[in-house]
């Protein structure tokens, strides 16, 4: 069983900027893929990045430029920089990874970390 932790949100003012960090409880992000989400109160849950396990990344086009996601393997963490946040970007963040073992592919997700942008 994976488990994957969220730490790094908090309460940011607009134009600042965070890194959240998501450790797993294994070797799983070196040839998985993995992504965040993020879900504001009343909306659904949004995709905010992923990388694969080529380490290929993809965003939304409306974050482009200002999430980046990155990866640690020796540390089973991967990472979210958000920069220049927007009082828009306030949501819970959660990380998800989709881990293969045989022929099964299995989705696990994080408890999630808030994120507050607000002066």
């Known amino acids: 069983q994976v488990q994957l932790v969220e730490s790094g949100g908090g309460l940011v003012q607009p134009g600042g900027s965070l890194r959240l960090s998501c450790a797993a409880s294994g070797s799983i992000f070196s040839n998985n893929y993995a992504s965040w989400y993020r879900q504001a109160p009343g909306k659904q849950r949004e995709f905010i990045a992923s990388?694969?396990?080529?380490?290929?990344?993809n965003y939304p086009s409306s974050l482009k430029g200002r999430f980046t996601i990155s990866r640690d393997n020796a540390k089973n963490t991967v990472y979210l920089q958000m920069n220049s946040l927007k009082p828009e970007d306030t949501a819970v963040y959660y990380c998800h990874a989709v881990v293969k073992t045989g022929v099964n592919l299995d989705d696990y997700w994080g408890l999630g970390t808030q994120v507050t942008v607000s002066s």
């Open positions: 990388i694969t396990a080529g380490g290929t990344t």
